[in-house]
T-cell receptor
């Protein structure tokens, strides 16, 4: 199971773009990269998932370089409501994404 | 449609008592997971069910913890002889069981406090 490393915390201001990078040096060929968001007193919520290159949805973009040893979650024009903990997970199938690290605590300031 | 539900939302119990926590996954989801989250910490995997296969219990912290999944749907996590260190939020998640891309859907959690 690939280990992930991400910053413990980040601060940003409303309207800015936020990029959170996750390192996963020993990612396996079949592994996907998944990001979750967690608000206080709630369970995590799926944000985005990708395998390679770039994925974009209505919430975020995920950039994955060719070597796949890292990934960057990009949140465009954050608002106060984006203050949350963001988790990066790497795994190959429904049974493997067990390891949620401490995540990145994003604080969006007015 | 209905999401993952958990009950109770809060549970306060005395040290040494047994507790049962319930999870109702999304209909049709054959994979079900239990996690534990202590205050300010990440999620700790406890146990995973997939269909009729034997569950992966590798994350259970002690033999005081057990879980069942009846009929491939509802799951119950039981903690016997609770200790203060068991105090945490217990989260349940379910997903479609397919390889490759998938996502876990989480319930709101049960906050367990052992006094």
């Amino acid at each position: 199971l690939a280990k992930t490393t991400q910053p413990i915390s980040m601060d940003s201001y409303e309207g800015q773009e936020v990029n959170i990078t996750c390192s996963h040096n020993n990612i396996a060929t079949n592994d996907y990269i998944t990001w979750y968001q967690q608000f206080p007193s709630q369970g995590p919520r799926f944000i985005i998932q990708g395998y390679k290159t770039k994925v974009t949805n209505e919430v975020a973009s995920l950039f994955i370089p060719a070597d796949r040893k890292s990934s960057t979650l990009s949140l465009p024009r954050v608002s106060l409501s984006d203050t949350a903990v963001y988790y990066c997970l790497v795994g190959a199938s429904y049974g493997q994404n067990f390891v949620f690290g401490p995540g990145t605590r994003l604080s969006v300031l007015p | 449609g209905a999401g993952v539900s958990q009950s109770p939302s809060n549970k306060v119990t005395e040290k040494g008592k047994d507790v049962e926590l319930r999870c109702d996954p999304i209909s049709g989801h054959t994979a079900l997971y239990w996690y534990r989250q202590s205050l300010g910490q990440g999620l700790e995997f406890l146990i995973y069910f997939q269909g009729n296969s034997a569950p992966d219990k590798s994350g259970l912290p002690s033999d005081r913890f057990s879980a069942e999944r009846t009929g491939g749907s509802v799951s119950t996590l039981t903690i016997q002889r609770t200790q203060q260190e068991d105090s945490a939020v217990y989260l349940c998640a379910s997903s479609l069981a397919r390889s490759g891309a998938y996502e876990q859907y989480f319930g709101p959690g049960t906050r367990l406090t052992v006094t």
